[in-house]
């Protein structure tokens, strides 16, 4: 630690020492008992990947070569189901033909992938994609109520989401964290030298450069999770310089959510709205994605309706939990804060930020358990503390403009999207489909998982506005 760093910020050093005899009364946090470090949740700050694997995942060998040659086949003759009409009639047998021998495939045990786990999340994200392959290339006009996802991936998929202790189903990890390869393995892992979108449904640059600016932000969160780290590593937080040294890590917490901001920011030039809503998109949906869609019916599965297979969503990114349980954003309105939920905010779903850590590596999760489990919660130090109150703020109020950024965001690719008019060469009969099925919806528009979006999103700003500590 250097000298420099025990000092206040040349602007609020007045003001700090004049509050830091009251601070050092008020806060009598003890030192905590040794914690778990981040590397045994599989989080890797030591290599900079954070939530991202410490290398790319490896193809997969026999017998389960079957699994990346469906895979590779895919996303060569498949087509999005709905932009089939019956006059394309060499394309739907096409896909018809590849989903037969997805039916015939043998029904693997995966006993042998269980005690590596880059294996394991290879084969989650193969099967997982397969899925998402079988069901939305084929035509709606062909589906009744539901559809049937085959045992030959049911069962495989069943198998590794419960060792990983993940959905079933494609998810954030398997999009966007587990999604790359190196361009040189012979050089380093950093974000130079890594390629993402490594598969693709679409196959459109606007997928590619989605998964690449999702990846990135992960990869600035890195950042984040460090300062958690090292908060939680300080011997105590009652000695001035741990009190000089919250602030100093509260400084870069703020910094390092305007990395974030930065990198949504940079996504609306990267990625085209247009081809993002109508061609990408819907292969991310899954059966909980809004009631006008089939339901899946998992075969071999007593009741495939308990199941969580929403599909992939931005509300699974663990750096984005991580920071918000650091700042105790009270998402489930449990706790008494001004201002009071307005009536919107009682109407949003509370339990989605909980629901959406179902859709995430089991070890990431009880990464996030363990920082909810603080024994020195950062906003509780922060309100015993009034020097410390003025940092916290200003990261809550960074991170507030990240949410109001993302529902501009979200504003401008999925809701303008929905009620405007699909790229060139989308045909007419697909826009019509989308069209009739959004009407008998009759609804406001959804995210992925089927939430109402905008309703979700203001409830995640408020909550957040809800933190600030009130500085007299």
Same mark, same amino acid.
């Given at each position: 630690m250097y000298p420099i760093d025990l000092l206040p910020s040349p602007g609020h050093f007045v003001s700090d020492i004049l509050s830091l005899v009251r601070s050092l009364q008020a806060s009598r946090r003890v030192t905590p008992d040794a914690q778990p470090s981040p590397a045994d949740f599989d989080v890797n700050i030591v290599t900079n990947t954070g939530f991202l694997p410490p290398s790319p995942l490896p193809n997969l060998q026999k017998p389960y070569d079957i699994w990346e040659d469906a895979l590779a086949e895919a996303q060569r003759v498949l087509k999005l189901g709905e932009n089939l009409p019956e006059t394309h009639t060499e394309e739907r047998a096409a896909g018809e033909l590849w989903r037969e021998?997805?039916?015939?495939?043998? @029904?693997? $045990?995966?006993? /042998?992938?269980?005690?590596?786990?880059? &294996? *394991?999340? !290879?084969?989650?994200?193969?099967?997982?994609?397969?899925?998402?392959?079988?069901?939305?290339?084929?035509?709606p006009d062909t589906v009744s109520e539901s559809i049937v996802v085959p045992r030959p991936l049911v069962a495989p998929l069943m198998a590794v989401s419960q060792a990983l202790g993940i959905a079933p189903v494609v998810t954030f990890a398997d999009v966007v964290l587990w999604n790359w390869e190196l361009v040189d393995p012979e050089l380093p892992v950093n974000?130079?030298?890594?390629?993402?979108?490594?598969?693709?449904?679409?196959?459109?640059?606007?997928?590619?450069?989605?998964?690449?600016?999702?990846?990135?932000?992960?990869?600035?969160?890195?950042?984040?999770?460090?300062?958690?780290?090292?908060?939680?590593?300080?011997?105590? @937080?009652? $000695?001035?310089? /741990?009190?000089?040294?919250?602030?100093? &890590? *509260?400084? !870069?917490?703020?910094?390092?959510?305007?990395?974030?901001?930065?990198?949504?920011?940079a996504m609306r030039d990267e990625v085209d709205p247009q081809v993002f809503f109508w061609e990408a998109r819907p292969w991310w949906n899954g059966s909980a994605s809004g009631s006008f869609a089939p339901a899946w019916i998992y075969e071999g599965v007593a009741d495939s309706s308990k199941l969580d297979l929403c599909g992939p969503s931005a509300g699974q990114s663990s750096v984005m939990h991580a920071l918000d349980l650091f700042l105790d954003i009270d998402h489930k309105l449990q706790q008494r804060r001004y201002p009071a939920p307005s009536q919107s905010n009682k109407k949003a779903d509370h339990g989605f930020m909980e629901r959406m850590r179902r859709y995430m590596p089991g070890k990431h999760r009880a990464y996030l358990e363990s920082i909810a489990r603080s024994p020195r919660p950062l906003r509780s130090v922060a309100q015993e503390t009034p020097v410390v109150r003025e940092y916290y703020n200003a990261a809550v109020g960074t991170l507030k403009k990240l949410r109001d950024l993302h529902m501009r965001v979200a504003c401008l690719y999925v809701v303008t999207m929905s009620r405007g008019k699909p790229p060139p060469g989308c045909p007419m009969a697909a826009v019509m489909r989308r069209m009739e099925r959004e009407a008998a919806r009759q609804g406001p528009v959804t995210g992925t998982g089927g939430n109402e979006l905008s309703l979700l999103l203001k409830a995640g700003r408020d909550a957040t506005t809800r933190a600030f500590l009130t500085t007299n």
């Open positions: 021998r997805i039916r015939s495939m043998p @029904v693997l $045990e995966t006993d /042998s992938l269980l005690a590596d786990s880059q &294996l *394991l999340r !290879r084969a989650h994200q193969v099967v997982a994609f397969l899925v998402h392959f079988y069901v939305h290339s084929i035509p974000m130079e030298n890594m390629r993402f979108g490594r598969h693709l449904f679409s196959g459109t640059e606007a997928e590619r450069n989605f998964y690449h600016g999702s990846a990135r932000t992960e990869l600035v969160g890195v950042e984040i999770l460090n300062i958690i780290n090292e908060y939680h590593s300080l011997p105590n @937080v009652t $000695e001035i310089s /741990s009190i000089f040294r919250i602030n100093k &890590l *509260l400084e !870069r917490l703020s910094l390092a959510i305007e990395g974030i901001n930065t990198s949504i920011q």
